[in-house]
């Protein structure tokens, strides 16, 4: 198939192709600031300022969480009105990405708190520990399902924009219930590792058509924790020792 034949059919088929591309332009971003200070790979504890706190906070929610929904944006282009179904995908993803971003700001705050209380590794500890606490409740299979629920779409005017912004914003708020204990973890870690396989268990969740089974995800869980704290010793041995708030190091 020639490369004009591909992109005519992503364009009719698979309009969601603009949330890949936003998510993937987030995910290198995150790389680029891996690339630059390799200890953001393994993961850090530095508290940064409150301006970059926020973009590390969009770009952490975008690049983790659009993945999660692909199939809403999807579904949102194609029931929309030909001329505005781009339109309409972005305004979802305004909605879901400004819910994520507030959260990521709130979960970013608890983890600073946490690490500057307990320090960095019994942070994790306790983080991971949650999360997987988390995962293990009876009723977290429901909880995944509803964040593919749909609502009606009006088809022009502001209010189809309002309808595209809100159901953005609804799918957020069902997914944070599932996902903001296992988000602050990663807050904690703030390991580009620990991100991308938090967030390649999240789309395992959503897309199987069983889901994950519930011991499977804890043990992922448990499993990200300890791959966690021991890429926070990797940090260490590297010679660069995570910064707390303060100038104090973490685990001493």
Known sequence: MSSVGIVTRTH???????AVVLAGADWAVLASTAFADPTHLLGSSHAAAPLHTLAHAVAMSTAMMVPLVLP????VAQVSLWPRRYRAAAGFLAGFVAVWTVVAVGTMLVAALLVQLLGWRPALALGFTFAAVAYALPGRERLVRQCART???????????????????????????????AM?????SQGLVVMALATALGILERRRVRG???????L???GLGLLALGLSYGVGAA???P???????PGH
């Open 12 to 18: 009719w088929y698979h309009p969601e192709w603009c």
């Open 72 to 75: 809403q944006v999807a579904h």
């Open 151 to 181: 609502m009606p779409l009006a088809p022009h005017g502001w209010r189809a924009d309002r309808d595209c912004l809100r159901y953005g914003a609804g799918t957020a708020r069902r997914c944070v219930v599932t996902c903001w204990v």
């Open 184 to 188: 602050t973890a990663v807050m904690i």
């Open 212 to 218: 994950v089974a519930r011991e499977d995800a804890v």
């Open 220 to 222: 992922v869980v448990v």
């Open 239 to 241: 010679g660069v020792a």
């Open 243 to 249: 910064n707390l708030p303060g100038g104090s190091h």
